[in-house]
């Protein structure tokens, strides 16, 4: 059974505060991951592909641990339209969700 | 931006009613997919669908589910006999290849109540 696993949440930070997610997965051959984020009551909405080497964009940073099946996504500069759900993805295939962590950015 | 839609945005039903959940996925994507959320839980694999069949489905999509492209843009998922337990948002997403590496864009949703 393929498992994604997430921070439990929510996270409580003020503007401008860097917070970072971590996630692990189960399935050693999964070769695809991505970030998703979900505002409430909405669908899942793409936020970035995550490579092996790490990848940038704008304050968002993905990184891919596959020796130790961890990903993790760092936002810099946190602003209040980043409140939302925070979902690891891995894809092989079909997609696997974790459950997500909740980002609460307050003024 | 193209994007995945999807109706109706809210459907209620009596249990044991059949539903029909349709989608228009994004024009030029060949793999299509219905997920699921249950209220408060992740979003859960149904089912991936390419060249006019299934091509991978979940231990969820049992014989009450159904999908089909009845033509050349329409994705439908078919509930036959709807029971308390189906109530979630259902959504539909499409790729534009198969495979692990292309992302999945998901359209906004239909929240199934049943009554």
């Known amino acids: 059974r393929k498992e994604v696993e997430q921070d439990p949440g929510p996270f409580n930070v003020p503007e401008g505060a860097t917070v970072a997610f971590n996630c692990t997965y189960s399935n050693s051959a999964s070769q695809s991951f991505f970030w998703y984020r979900q505002d409430c009551r909405k669908e899942p909405k793409l936020l970035m592909s995550v490579y092996s080497s790490g990848n940038e964009d704008g304050r968002f940073t993905a990184q891919l641990n596959r020796a130790s099946q961890y990903i993790s996504l760092l936002i810099r500069d946190s602003k209040l339209s980043d409140s939302a759900t925070y979902l690891c993805?891995?894809?092989?295939?079909?997609?696997?969700f974790g459950k997500g962590t909740m980002l609460l950015v307050s003024p | 931006e193209p994007e995945v839609t999807q109706t109706p945005s809210h459907q209620v039903t009596q249990m044991g009613q059949e539903v029909i959940l349709r989608c228009v996925p994004i024009?030029?994507?060949?793999?299509f997919y219905w997920y699921r959320q249950i209220l408060g839980q992740k979003v859960e694999f149904l089912v991936s669908f390419y060249n006019n069949e299934i091509s991978e489905k979940s231990e969820i999509f049992d014989d009450q589910f159904s999908v089909e492209r009845p033509d050349g843009s329409n994705f439908t998922l078919k509930i036959r006999s709807t029971k308390l337990e189906d109530s979630a948002m259902y959504f539909c997403?499409?790729?534009?290849?198969?495979?692990?590496?292309?992302?999945?864009?998901f359209g906004d949703g239909t929240r199934l109540s049943i009554l």
């Open positions: 993805v891995v894809n092989d295939s079909t997609l696997t």
């Open positions: 024009s030029n994507h060949l793999y």
């Open positions: 997403a499409s790729s534009e290849e198969g495979g692990g590496n292309q992302p999945q864009h």
